[in-house]
T-cell receptor, first 112, second 112 residues
Framework: SQQGEEDPQALSIQEGENATMNCSYKTSINNLQWYRQNSGRGLVHLIL?????REKHSGRLRVTLDTSKKSSSLLITASRAADTASYFCATDATQGYQKVTFGIGTKLQVIP | DAGITQSPRYKITETGRQVTLMCHQT?????MFWYRQDLGHGLRLIYYSAAADITDKGEVPDGYVVSRSKTENFPLTLESATRSQTSVYFCASKANRGTEAFFGQGTRLTVV
């Protein structure tokens, strides 16, 4: 089974609105990462948050991490049509080799 | 060119054939990964490697073989392709613990 699960699986909003996506995971982690995938392309790294951090910002992105609940959220503020993409969370587990496992993703559509 | 490249970008093969997907990175990253992406499943880890000559199974390794004789290359071989292996395959690399992964453009494989 996959480590991370994003919620919702699909989200449609108007340009200018904020978009919030959630991720839950199962095992202890070193860090959690968020990636974006435009249709038909490879994944692009957005932001990494370490297990000892609770919140991190990067431009219009805000990520929170709650290790007690094994969950994270990604907030995109003032969304743009160019933000239309699928968003994935990924985790680096604390045990074993540094394999990175992904969730199913949230498909975000920003309507101009 | 610096980065991570996959070849071929598109491949059509017949059931039962052996096919190898290539992945090459120029950063000398220690870790490399192979994922497959299917609708409804997100990205699933097939195999990963922590260094040259060190590989390990991911979530869905059956029917695949990998090798890593050189740090920069991580080929994925389908020994006897099946229709269920029709998918988009992504290769990724990362430097070490706590860093982000970089993805190739993907290989779209169709098994007929």
């Amino acid at each position: 089974s996959q480590q991370g699960e994003e919620d919702p699986q699909a989200l449609s909003i108007q340009e200018g609105e904020n978009a919030t996506m959630n991720c839950s995971y199962k095992t202890s982690i070193n860090n959690l990462q968020w990636y974006r995938q435009n249709s038909g392309r490879g994944l692009v790294h957005l932001i990494l948050i370490r297990s000892n951090e609770r919140e991190k910002h990067s431009g219009r992105l805000r990520v929170t991490l709650d290790t007690s609940k094994k969950s994270s959220s990604l907030l995109i503020t003032a969304s743009r049509a160019a933000d239309t993409a699928s968003y994935f969370c990924a985790t680096d587990a604390t045990q074993g080799y540094q394999k990175v496992t992904f969730g199913i993703g949230t498909k975000l559509q920003v309507i101009p | 060119d610096a980065g991570i490249t996959q070849s071929p970008r598109y491949k059509i093969t017949e059931t039962g054939r052996q096919v190898t997907l290539m992945c090459h990175q120029t950063w000398s990253h220690s870790y490399m990964f192979w994922y497959r992406q299917d609708l409804g499943h997100g990205l699933r880890l097939i195999y990963y490697s922590a260094a040259a000559d060190i590989t390990d199974k991911g979530e869905v390794p059956d029917g695949y073989v990998v090798s890593r004789s050189k740090t920069e290359n991580f080929p994925l071989t389908l020994e006897s392709a099946t229709r269920s292996q029709t998918s988009v395959y992504f290769c990724a690399s990362k430097a070490n613990r706590g860093t982000e992964a970089f993805f190739g453009q993907g290989t779209r494989l169709t098994v007929v």
